[in-house]
């Protein structure tokens, strides 16, 4: 919670800076109110459950793939083992 109140301050500070460049540069005010920071609390939310659905996805995948490799290493492992056996009958 810290941090997103330290984030909404440094967001809050950047639009007023950007405010005053757009002034300087187009003579046109732009206006921030509560309601804009009402609709960045939304969005934040939004994008937060978005990730909190993608997450566990990605987490499957990455344990699916971690699963194949060690499946793959034992075959590889198997196929050394035999591999050696066979290997004075290659000679």
């Known amino acids: 919670m ?4 330290n984030i909404s301050v440094e967001i809050h500070n950047s639009v007023s800076e950007a405010s005053d460049d757009f002034y ?5 005010k732009n ?5 804009s920071y009402l609709a960045l609390v939304q ?3 939004e994008m937060l459950n978005y990730q909190r659905g993608i997450v566990p996805v990605k987490i499957a995948r990455y344990q699916g793939g971690l699963s194949t490799l060690a ?3 034992k075959i590889v492992e198997e196929l ?3 591999l050696v ?5 290659i000679d």
């Open 2 to 5: 810290d941090n997103l109140c």
């Open 24 to 28: 300087e540069e187009l003579r046109r």
């Open 31 to 35: 206006y921030t109110t509560p309601t």
């Open 43 to 45: 969005t934040y939310k």
């Open 71 to 73: 499946t793959t290493n």
């Open 80 to 82: 050394k083992v035999t």
């Open 85 to 89: 056996k066979l290997r004075p009958e």
